[in-house]
């Protein structure tokens, strides 16, 4: 089930309370409130991890389009596999 943010339209996320919440405007509103110069932000911030659940699939690709892909997560010092993931996630959104 996928729910989107009525301010960005970003993807929402289950917290670990169940509660839909937007990493986006939650890292928004973070930094405009940061300040560098004051450590207790720091100590009292409760920070949220996302981890989408995954599923391992095989899938079978064009050698040229691998090729491709391998050049372009290189340039982007990631790996490629992460690079596709990337691809698929913004354009099933």
């Known amino acids: 089930m996928s729910k989107k943010?009525?301010?960005?339209?970003?993807?929402?996320?289950l917290d670990k309370d169940k509660a839909w919440f937007c990493?986006?405007?939650e890292a928004d509103e973070f930094?405009?409130?940061f300040n560098p110069e004051d450590e207790s932000d720091i100590q009292t911030s409760e920070w949220k991890v996302v981890k989408p659940e995954?599923?391992?699939v095989t899938i079978r690709l064009n050698?040229?389009?691998v090729q491709i892909a391998k050049k372009?997560?290189?340039?982007?010092?990631m790996p490629y596999q992460t690079l596709l993931k990337e691809i698929?996630?913004?354009n099933l959104a």
């Open 31 to 33: 930094l405009e409130d």
């Open 23 to 25: 990493p986006e405007c």
């Open 54 to 56: 995954t599923k391992p």
């Open 88 to 90: 698929i996630h913004k």
């Open 72 to 77: 372009l997560a290189k340039e982007r010092n």
């Open 63 to 65: 050698v040229v389009d």
């Open 5 to 13: 943010c009525e301010k960005c339209k970003s993807e929402l996320f």
